[in-house]
C-alpha cells in the first residue's frame, strides 16, 4: 500500500516565482493536512482539508498561499510570489477519519522549498 | 507560555542507558497526548499515545501528569537506531487539524 505521496520532494524557486506542491493521501483517507516545518522549528499546522472542502486554514498566512483538494486528483499546496521566507519542509498528511483520539497522521516525506 | 514545550537538547546518550525528556503543555484542556518520532530530514511517525495510566511498549514508557500538565518519555536499553527527534503532539479541541499541537522536538543521540 502506497503511503502519502508528495511531489515535488525538492523545489528550488527565485523570489517572486510561484510554488505548487501536490500530495496524494493514503488509499481511502479523505482527510488531508498541511505543516510547514521551518529549521529547528516544529511542525506549524496550515490547512486543513476533506474533498472539495477546505475545512480549516487557520494557519495558513492569509496572503499568498492557498490549497485545495479536489474531487479527483491531489491537493495542491500553492504559494504565490513566493520570498526567501517561504523556504521550509512542507509535510502533508492524511488520515482516514478525523484524528480524534487515536492522534495518528500518516505523513509524507515532504517538499523542501529552497527560495533563492 | 508556548503551548506545546520541550528541551530542545541534543541529549547525548550511550549505547544501552536509559534516557527521559519531558513535555509540559499549557493548556489544561488537553484532551489526548502523543509521542512521534522524527528521523533526520525524515516526515514524523507515530510512536505512542500516552494513556492516563501511562503505557509501555516494549523499551518504551510514556506517562502523563494532569497535574503538573507533563507528559514523559522513557527510553530503556537504547539502541543507536533510538537516535531521532522525539514530538510531543497534544490534542485540544478545537484548533487546526482537529487540535493537534506539536511540540518542536528533543533531539536525541545515541552514541556508540
Known sequence: NAGVMQNPRHLVRRRGQEARLRCSPMKGHSHVYWYRQLPEEGLKFMVYLQKENIIDESGMPKERFSAEFPKEGPSILRIQQVVRGDSAAYFCASSLLQVGNTGELFFGEGSRLTVL | ?112
Open chain 2, 1 to 112: 507560555r508556548k503551548e506545546v514545550e520541550q528541551d530542545p537538547g541534543p541529549f547525548n546518550v550511550p549505547e544501552g542507558a536509559t534516557v527521559a525528556f519531558n513535555c509540559t503543555y499549557s493548556n489544561s484542556a488537553s484532551q489526548s497526548f502523543f509521542w512521534y518520532r522524527q528521523d533526520c530530514r525524515k516526515e514524523p511517525k507515530l510512536l505512542m499515545s500516552v494513556y492516563s495510566s501511562g503505557n509501555e511498549d516494549g523499551r518504551f514508557t510514556a506517562q502523563l501528569n494532569r497535574a503538573s500538565q507533563y507528559i514523559s518519555l522513557l527510553i530503556r536499553d537504547s539502541k543507536l537506531s533510538d537516535s531521532a527527534t522525539y514530538l510531543c503532539v497534544v490534542k485540544t479541541s478545537g484548533g487546526g487539524a482537529d487540535g493537534l499541537t506539536f511540540g518542536k522536538g528533543t533531539h536525541l543521540i545515541i552514541q556508540p
